[in-house]
């Protein structure tokens, strides 16, 4: 059984957090038989999350790719799924007229933040790593 320590605190209470907040948009729906733009709005900031993290995971595998060029290529391609979604949905149900303007905005300021803040945790494990790998290095001279 898994212990919860000071490394796993805060991503346990996300998991659960989101978990409870994904019962409670499912519950209303059902008990309400009703689904407004509140639930929506949550369920696509979970789906927005989910994706953004799942393209920014996939760095590694673009390794030859010079780093500027692959942040930018991601965020491309997140820009661009967010608002295919925005065009579908408008399909279905009336958009607000700076609705676009409204998701790039919602989607970009927090994409940024939390890409840095992903770079930044990435080249300080490879600064880290390379560390490591120095003092093995001079240990073996």
């Not at 840095?116 to 240990?139: D, G, P, R, S, T």
């Amino acid at each position: 059984m898994k212990i919860i320590d000071k490394k796993t605190f805060i991503p346990t209470v996300c998991v659960v957090y989101t978990i409870l907040s994904m019962s409670k948009i499912i519950l209303e729906a059902i008990i309400q038989n009703e689904f407004g733009n509140y639930q929506s709005n949550l369920l696509m900031m979970i789906f927005v999350s989910f994706i953004a993290t799942l393209v920014l995971s996939q760095h590694y595998r673009l390794q030859q790719i010079p780093l500027p060029l692959v942040i930018i290529g991601q965020y491309l391609v997140l820009i661009g799924i967010i608002l295919l979604i925005i065009w579908i949905s408008g399909l279905y149900t009336d958009l607000h007229p700076n609705a676009y303007r409204d998701m790039f905005l919602s989607f970009t300021i927090p994409y940024i933040i939390g890409a840095a803040i992903y770079y930044l945790n990435v080249f300080w494990e490879v600064k880290n790593a390379n560390q490591m790998l120095k003092n093995i290095k001079k240990k073996g001279d």
